[in-house]
């Protein structure tokens, strides 16, 4: 019997979507491919007794497209969103080396990171993740889609930002796509908070999107190449090649704009906001856009963070040389990593991780003895790790378990609201009419699922599914 194919595209003028759905009847089976327009897509199969419940599955799905706005297409007329990395321009310190315990070579560039009381994590551009403990132990690996562009946590949850416009939620077993974003954004940069994305981007936008993957709102920036977004309760804030602005989460007002060279990076305390700068400095300045000092490097600077509220300030710049500063503005050390500039940085415990050009999360003694040791040129000696030899394959993203007992966990349904489709829980204890923030990859009307957790999101009036997510029978 021969073989059937429709191929519809959605791709909307104002950039909100831009994919595509596949539908194949091959006797008795379907397969069923989608993804964003120019990928190589997801794939499902399902099998049906005989060809003619295949066919009426089929022309159910394709309706099901049809109504939401997708229409009939030539396979490779419209192209793949563009993606832009950032130019790697870095050149050697000239500064005493910096006491390096260890360092992990990733393999690729590395601009992912993200440091707990436990763990360390690093995600480079071929899309890979690798978890490590505080003594450089390689805990998991998992491998997404595409390049990772920024590793971002928002209370319990662990987000990853990849060049294939995905946001994935890296709280499961299994990575899930939790936002989906314009496919004409060129993403830059991304920040959350209690569910609410921040997406900077190449053209200088900024954008806010709610838990339920859905825009806020969307505007030009004042300039272009916006490497900074940092997101807190009240603003989102915004670097770009003009300087720095505040905008309001909910409706995209913008607070203030402050003038500094072009950011390269943003990092955010509790009252202030810290922009890396080509200009050579990092600009610290209050949230209510009054600019409270810079601090001068020698060189563009990539990267920054800082000790809790800014009581150490650092910075990465384009010549592998990192800096630490005091709160005044004062100067304190410079010294070369050993292994690329830092594309992004974090502070915790006396210890400054980096990632690098070089693709190194390397792991620096930042204790007063050690610094004061390494300026005298003793360094301890590096403990080199590499990683494993053969590449994790793709997480099967969309792929989910399927159980019959529901066991310990919480029960939540997917079901049909105005032509959109809403998760929400039927375990009691729980507010029946709230919405639970759940990947849209893996929704179907009528699902149930088990999930490890549901917690309430710090604004209330949603859920946010958290851990494991499987189908019930």
Known sequence: MSQETTYLELSEVDGAAHKFYEVEVDDTTMTVRFGRIGDQGQVKTSGYPDNARARAAAAKK??????????????GVRQKRSVSRREIVSTRSTART????????????????????????VGNERGVITTLDHDARVLDQVRLPDGVKCIVADDAWVYAG?????????SGKIPRVAYAIAPDIDIYWLDIHDGVLGVSDADGGIAAIDHEDEFLWRRAGRGRSAWMVRCDPDAIYHGDSTGVSGYDWRTGRELWHTHTGSVLFGWQERDTVFAGTATREVVRIFKDGRAARSYRADAPVFSCATAADGRYVFAGDSQSSIYCFAADGTRLWKLGTGCGSAYSMQ?????????TTSGHLAC????????????????PEVVDVKAPARLPEPAPVTEVEVIADTGDGVVVECVEQGGRLRVQVLSTGYHRDWSVQFPKG?????????VTDVRESGRGGFYRAYGDIRRLR
């Open 442 to 450: 893996i929704r179907e009307p009528g699902a149930r699922y088990l």
């Open 162 to 170: 990849c060049d294939d416009g995905n946001v994935y939620d890296l």
């Open 62 to 75: 394709i309706g099901e497209k049809i109504r939401k706005g997708y229409a009939p297409a030539v396979r």
């Open 347 to 355: 502070y915790h415990d006396e210890r400054l991780f980096v990632v």
């Open 98 to 121: 910096a006491p390096v315990l260890w360092r992990y070579d990733s393999g690729a560039p590395a601009f992912g990171i993200f440091v707990d009381g436990r763990t360390c994590t």
């Open 364 to 379: 620096i003694d930042a204790s007063e003895p050690a610094i004061r040791a390494a300026e005298a040129g003793s360094v």
